[in-house]
């Protein structure tokens, strides 16, 4: 069974761009979570997919958003990328809604200039 | 004070030492995870944990749910269990992270 893929691995923007960032998971999982990885704050919550539904969202601005498709598929969107937004983003994939083992992406990790 | 809170921060052990790492959280949870991080940022799930003990292979988990507490074992230590291992809880629809312990086993 393929794991979770995450798209792109490696990105490079600029301060005031966009950027759409994908996660593929597990066949047959219907739940998506989104993390973002700082070395100053850490593993942080940004939100859950379930049935393309959001389920729940972290503690972070408008600007971060994302959204499900009915294959499960998930994408996730920064606009108007501030320097702070380098980090290691994470999806996480798990057969149900808030339960059951987490199955991580390698990340795509970003950085602003 | 974090509502997670993992100890020690960082360990250094020598090869097959007995490895304890700690975890207290403040809040009811409906979940526990340990999750294992490498150079390189893919993070693994070692354990998820409600109740009780799970065991596999060298690493043992245990959560007391009365004290709000869980520990991660690894028994006889090896060089590539070097990781940061990070505790994590689910509370309601959101998981909640520990900083990490930054462990280093030597040969």
Known sequence: KAGVTQTPRYLIKTRGQQVTLSCSPISGHRSVSWYQQTPGQGLQFLFEYFSETQRNKGNFPGRFSGRQFSNSRSEMNVSTLELGDSALYLCASSPDHHTGELFFGEGSRLTVL | ?107
Request: hydrophobic content about 35%.
């Open chain 2, 1 to 107: 004070k974090n509502e997670v809170e993992q100890s020690p921060q960082n360990l250094t052990a020598q090869e097959g030492e007995f490895i304890t790492i700690n975890c207290s959280y403040s809040v009811g949870i409906s979940a526990l995870h340990w999750l294992q991080q490498h150079p390189g940022g893919g993070i693994v799930s070692l354990f998820m944990l409600s109740s009780g003990k799970k065991k596999h292979g060298r690493l043992i988990a245990t959560i007391n749910i009365q004290e709000k507490h869980s520990s991660l074992h690894i028994t006889a230590s090896h060089p590539r269990d070097s990781a940061v291992y990070i505790c994590a809880v689910r509370r309601g629809n959101k998981l909640v992270f520990g900083a990490g312990t930054i462990l280093r086993v030597k040969s």
